[in-house]
């Protein structure tokens, strides 16, 4: 028998629906809640599959997830490239790949991170040109952290007075500052596997238990592209379990938040119809994970599609 183990934290409703979804499935593969206490160099872990759903928040399960990989359990998101990952790369990358994001800057922390002075900065430029900054960014803008997830500390300014206002409140935060795409339609994409994909009008403007509730939605030419570009993405970055955002602005969907490997899945937040799409589909790819076997993780594959299409495939 194969076993699935989810690790997670706060979470209410998706992970327990998620065990008795593939409990009840007709396969040889079980799942439960993983439980773990200390770690050995040596542990060797009963878990074929392990869904990652709190390590962002819980460096111990990190650290531990990275071993249970290098032993061959496949985990979902990998932590290896979770840990090296970030917004601002992400934007680079898509860029390169041809695929629309907004135009980006990244900023120093306002303040000097813990254990480190003004020596340690030697080799920044201070005063930044704040001027060339805005005059490439433009207002309305989002100053939002190069690292980060759930809306935490993510300012719209409207003015340069705005801006520092707000860059005052950073600390010791890499932010970065991105041109506001003034959208007309806002998609927010699961994408699973790789290879489904769920495309959910979405709006960020709206309180947050009516997000889901839209007076917009995608053409059939629209899900097509979006379809594309979150595998694409998500492919890229080598991630099996994602949300993919996009703004829409004169037809052109920009790529706006892809690094979401522990997106929110609770059924009273995403909605009844979004909940059992995640639901099924994360149960068929666990399951399709587990049968597999374990495994260690195969080389990165974000360098492959910046060589062109050939290559992507290899």
Not at 295 to 314: C, I
């Amino acid at each position: 028998m194969k076993k699935v183990g989810l690790l997670f934290g706060m979470e209410q409703t998706f992970p327990p629906a998620l065990v008795a979804e593939i409990n009840g499935r007709d396969v040889d593969v079980s799942a439960e809640f993983v439980r773990i206490g200390g770690v050995t160099l040596e542990e060797l872990f009963e878990y074929d599959v392990i869904l990652d759903r709190i390590s962002q928040d819980v460096p111990y399960y990190r650290s531990m997830l990275k071993l249970a990989s290098l032993n061959g359990v496949r985990v979902v998101n990998n932590p290896f490239w979770w840990s090296a990952d970030d917004k601002f790369f992400n934007y680079a990358l898509a860029g390169k790949a041809g695929i629309p994001v907004p135009k980006t800057a990244l900023l120093p922390s306002k303040q000097h991170p813990p254990d480190t002075t003004a020596e340690s900065f030697r080799n920044l430029k201070f005063p930044l040109n704040w001027e060339e900054i805005f005059d490439y960014i433009g207002f309305p803008a989002y100053l939002k952290p190069h690292d980060g997830g759930g809306w935490k500390n993510v300012y719209k300014v409207h003015s340069i007075e705005e801006f520092f206002e707000a860059y005052s409140e950073t600390e010791d935060i890499v932010m970065t500052l991105q041109e506001s795409i003034e959208f007309t339609e806002y998609y927010r994409c699961y994408c699973i596997g790789k290879k489904h994909v769920h495309i959910m009008p979405y709006e960020p403007r709206n309180p947050h238990h009516l997000r889901y509730k839209a007076d917009f939605a995608p053409s059939p030419a629209m899900l097509d592209t979006l379809r594309d570009l979150c595998i694409r993405i998500c492919t890229m970055l080598g991630y099996d379990f994602n949300t993919v955002e996009f703004a829409v602005r004169d037809g052109i969907p920009y790529a706006i938040d892809y690094m979401n490997p522990a997106p929110d899945a609770e059924r009273t937040s995403i909605q009844e119809d979004n909940f059992e799409w995640v639901l099924k589909h994360a149960a068929d790819f666990l399951i399709e994970q587990a049968l597999l076997g374990r495994a260690v993780p195969e080389e990165y594959s974000w360098s492959r599609f910046l060589r062109g299409p050939a290559a992507a495939k290899q």
